[in-house]
């Protein structure tokens, strides 16, 4: 029997598009990296020009979904008045101890629509956590996480990072039965024993393979593990890309590394037009803000992903044969000469979606292009081993009548959602 997505994941699916932003006391901290063991003073905190809103305006003009917001990271420093730490926005100078900046992103994210996302790392250093005591430390763990998912509404997405936890044992089933009765309903990013919905790619550059699988029964899900972990049973698992805009996840003097447009065009395409969601980090600065040049370099990929996938060219519905192929005809399909009319635009990107509430059915497929004069012959432009939620197939540019999608294996029924036609220059 065919593994099946539950809706949650189904419509995590859809969100496609979401922005990290990496902020904390290290943004107060430039040449700092992760598990260095350098002390960082909450009185150090101090974004005096703090904008949730810029944040989330910024993403939400991108195209962007959803956005995930580091509430804790792995030095411990809780950006809401935590009861359970002394190391937090409660001890330092902003707003004089009387923020919160998980409830300025928050409603932020609501104000503007889009889904709600709260990082949390599960393993920290330095002296606020205590390590040495499982069961304290599994005590504070979860109160926290009670904190989070008691205070601040409805929250869509939880996201664990499994950095720093390789062979450490936490009350798995406890803290994961918590968070399911305080939001029956929320979607978590984590490692296999924690109930996920979602799992890591396997790499934080952005790109997901072309044979990107749903069904698992292994993976990676950390950065430092030598080893995939391996699963009881198989399980439906869409992927995600966290990747980030500089060489930091957490805002530094490195603004020269922001990545180019074309490449980060080019992750999207690998990542959404795999089948996974692009997760794609922004640091805000010491002021809270996003600096000008990163937050223009995120709207010119939300530019150049509306400008190639914003409107796609000129054909009908997908529509089933009864030869069981699939085909999208351009009107002019039956103008007796195209050379002297060509009103057929040129494609170099089909993109197809396969519906996939029942689960995958695609095992392989041809895809076919009707030649611009020739128009009743066709030729094999591409050819692939899974569509999934989305695949783009970049061809040739052609000016196509027509394109045909053949199964050529596949398990069970199968149902396509839509095959469309677009030209990137």
Known sequence: MKLKPNAKQLSFLD?????????GIRSFYPGHHDWDGKPMDAKAFNPTNLDCRQWVKMAKDAGATYA???????????????????????????????????????????????KVGLYYSPAQWGEAAPLKDPKAY??????????????????????????????????????????FELQPDILTFCD????????????????????????????DFSIESKAPVLLEKESFLPSECDCKLRST?????????????DTLFG?????????ANLLLDVGPDEHGLIPEADYNRVQELGEKIRHVYGKSNDYGPVTKEADGTYTITNPDFYVKDIEQDPTVGLTNRVVIQED???????????LYAYLPYYRFKKILVYEGEGIGHKLICPIGAIRSPR????????????????????YCD
């Open 249 to 261: 996840w957490f805002h530094d003097n490195n603004e020269n590394t922001i990545k180019d447009l």
């Open 192 to 219: 296999p024993d924690w109930a996920p919905g979602v799992c890591w790619v396997g790499n934080e550059d952005g790109f997901a393979a072309l044979d990107n699988p749903y069904v698992r029964n292994k993976w």
């Open 403 to 422: 394109f045909e999608l053949e199964i050529t294996s596949q398990d069970g029924d199968v149902s396509i959602r839509d095959m469309k036609a677009y």
């Open 15 to 23: 969100w496609e598009f979401g922005i990290f932003f990496h902020f």
């Open 68 to 114: 995930i917001m580091t509430t804790k990271h792995h030095d411990g420093f809780a950006l809401w008045p935590t009861a359970y730490s002394s190391y937090s926005v409660a001890s330092a100078p902003w707003k004089n101890g009387k923020g919160d900046v998980v409830k300025e992103f928050t409603d932020a994210c609501r104000e503007a629509g889009l």
């Open 138 to 179: 599994d005590h504070y763990f979860i109160h926290q996480i009670e904190e989070l998912l008691s205070h601040y509404g409805k929250i869509d997405y939880l996201w664990f990072d499994g950095c720093g936890s390789e062979g450490h044992e936490y009350d798995k089933a406890r803290i994961v039965k918590r968070i």
């Open 267 to 275: 992750m999207y395409e690998m990542s959404v037009g795999h089948g």
């Open 356 to 366: 996939l509430t029942n689960g995958v059915g695609v095992k392989s497929f041809k």
